[in-house]
């Protein structure tokens, strides 16, 4: 275990100090140079300019689960009736398609683009009842196909470098999978545990990875967040912040070596949100002598 690592000399910053209920998806904007996430419970997309410090919200009429960037430079937005674009921070929305049409108490929970340019976006079910979720690729054609069944909470998709593995946390069993790739028949198989995370790391959630592929993923309940080897789940870094419930991360800024961090105050007692005041906000740890990648970017091509 690294302990000099352990022991990063960075300040944790407050990015944005609203409590949110359900901060997730964090994606950096490289265009606009902003990093914009969601509040699921509250239907809110808040949009954070590190240059001058502001904040600005859309507000959406579902709970939407996840963001991703697209090329002409609007986003799709994951929300519970269906897949929309949306100009952030703006706020005009255009319906697409509705993936999972015939399920009413099922909701999106977390979603990225690949390599190719395809929507890849995960759903679970409201009350997060188990293995009633499911996984969809969203091609650029707005055709779809599911490609994962009987999930809980779906959370932390991502892709090496090489294309050849594709990452998935199982929240409901709290376990960091790894499934073998096919980026030519866009299919995943092979599930092999990275990790299980046993109780007192609380429960995988939102991660990324960077540029060297070592997985970076919030623990909720856990109150940190870890860097690990994606090879054997060790661990190899860890950030602790001074809230439990934290959602998941991202990194962004200039040379894309900032690390933001999403949390949530749902579900907490008074008594707990008394001792953790900063429930809900969202975090930054500035200058990390690690970087992460631009995101992927959805290409429509009707």
Known sequence: ??????????????????????????????????????????????????????????????PVGAIVPC?????????????????????????????????????????????????????????????????YVVYPDLSSKKVLDNTTISNGLDWDKADNIFYHVESGD????????????????????????????????????????????AHFGGGCVTRRNPENGEVLAKIELPVKQVTSCVFGGKQMNDLYITTAAKGLTEAELAEQPEAGFTFVLEDLPYRGLKPNKFVQIV
């Open 71 to 135: 090329q002409d430079g609007r986003f799709l937005a994951a929300t519970s009736s269906g897949i929309y674009y949306i100009t952030l921070p703006q706020g005009q929305q255009e319906f697409l398609l509705q993936p999972e049409p015939h399920t009413p108490n099922n909701r999106y929970n977390d979603g990225k683009v690949d390599s190719s340019g395809r929507l890849w976006i995960a759903s679970m079910h409201l009350e997060e009842q188990e293995e009633k979720g499911a996984m």
């Open 174 to 217: 709290a376990t960091i999978r790894r499934f073998a790739y096919d980026k030519i028949q866009v299919g995943i198989h092979d599930m092999q545990p990275i990790v299980t995370f046993q109780e007192d790391e609380g429960v995988p959630d939102g991660m990324t990875l960077d540029s060297e592929g070592m997985i970076w993923v």
């Open 1 to 62: 275990m690294n302990r000099k690592i352990y022991m990063i000399e960075k300040t944790l910053k407050i990015a944005v100090a609203v409590p949110c209920q359900l901060g997730e998806s964090p994606v950096w904007d490289d265009r606009q140079h902003c990093l914009h996430f969601v509040d699921i419970l509250s239907a809110h997309i808040y949009s954070y300019y590190p240059a001058d410090k502001s904040v600005k919200v859309t507000t959406v009429n579902d």
